[in-house]
């Protein structure tokens, strides 16, 4: 038996995106355990994944998974939705260490705040034909009112950073129009750009609605897994060490994740993540 | 020796693009030129190449040029900008059939109707930053007046059907506000994309502005070569069959393409054109 306890404890969290967006989860992760070491991978050769078929978003977030585990993760995080929605199940049925995706966070700080069981969930178009939001949150509530909506403008829009802009609050506007006879209380993003548009869907639906974010839904998953597998918990080396690679530029990634972060990131290395490396 | 006398006249042409874009390339060269058979390659599982690196985008560009020539077309059309910017002089160099590139068809039409030598390239930031069309024009024409603007909103716009939409409209307006003082005669669409805004392109920047596409620069360009290579023009068999390959989910492709294109597709298969298939 291989438990958890030879599981090196200072061994990095490893967390992998499609590109740049997982890095708001990464912030947030970090943010709420600082003695924790991280390897960051932005698969940036071949985002997106929001419009790959189902195979080869299973295809690349397997060998994603699979570069991570060969550098020694305890504990790995796909921060990915759309990666999240078509390979978690498979990357739990392969690996043994404990696995928290975006879309389990999100479902479970969903459930915990709503409080009139109206949820819309907004994300990308595969992320909500995958019916993976959907159909968790039926399960844990049954009785819930359980409605889904694609933005895929919301993507280049956030990497336009076009956040404020008239265009912008136009889309917002045509892509939450559904929902105004709703009565939703609670909108989940799934998708790890919309924070980045929070103020304008507030705006949008007003002041009562309440806004699950992923990244801080992820943070909170890392901490209660990390704390019932205690044995691999870090043990606090407060000189915590982050690696970051891509499979593209990496210095185009370095100079974005850094706007990202709001810190400065030493190195980014390049590897891939695909079956000839 | 090996001359283009070796060539089957009969042979497909071949034409390749990152994904659905260079379907309007196919279809202006099928358009003027329907006695010929074609091969199309969408590399639909690593689209879109505008925001990856040059290095990236041209191992990708060549592994797709090795895949038809595989095939054995008789003519390569390069019909993806980011992939003629970065790889069309290493493709010209490898291989010994003509090679078409949307740029130097887009460029060489631009230079024919230019009424006063003042032109405008809009295009994804890739191709703006590869300074392609820029160098191009200014090698042909060292008096004109060049200028380049990214529009890098306009491909998902496109995608999303967004072509009357007040907020595409508000996005052409301000990517072409600082072209307003500046006298333009001809505007370079150096995007497969962007010829589905062309209305409102030519609304914004009235009806003066001379509007180049870069498909039907291609089909011009095409048969051009095929004329001066005598010896590789179909003989002319109405049949004529055309191929559709992509590298991720065929149907998919095939519903979109049928809208671009207007006919039926009998059948797209699946293909990787990388190192591992």
Known sequence: MNGPQQIDTNAPIGIFDSGIGG??????????????????????????????????????????????????????????????????????????????????????????VTTHQRIAILATRATVRSEVYQQALRVAMPGAFITAISCPLFVPLVEEQLLGHEATRLLVKEYLAPLKELNIDTVLLGCTHYPLLA??????????????????????????????????????????????????????????AERFLDWKIATVERADSGVHH
């Open 199 to 256: 103020h304008l869907i507030q705006e949008e639906l007003g002041q009562g609605v309440i806004i699950v974010d992923s990244a801080t839904a992820c943070a909170k998953q890392v901490k209660l897994l990390l704390q019932q597998h205690c044995s691999i918990v870090a043990t606090g080396n407060s000189n915590s060490n982050h690696r970051f690679y891509v499979s593209d530029d990496p210095y185009k990634f370095q100079q974005q």
């Open 23 to 112: 890095l708001t989860v990464l912030k947030a992760i970090a943010h709420s355990l600082p003695q924790e070491n991280f390897i960051y991978f932005g698969d940036t050769a071949r985002v997106p994944y929001g419009d790959k078929s189902q195979s080869t978003i299973l295809r690349y977030s397997l060998e994603n998974a699979m570069f991570l585990m060969d550098l020694g993760v305890k504990l790995l995080v796909i921060a990915c939705n759309t990666a999240a929605a078509y390979s978690s199940a498979k990357v739990r049925q392969f690996f043994k260490i404990p696995i928290v995706d975006v879309i389990e966070a999100g479902v479970a700080q969903a459930l915990q």
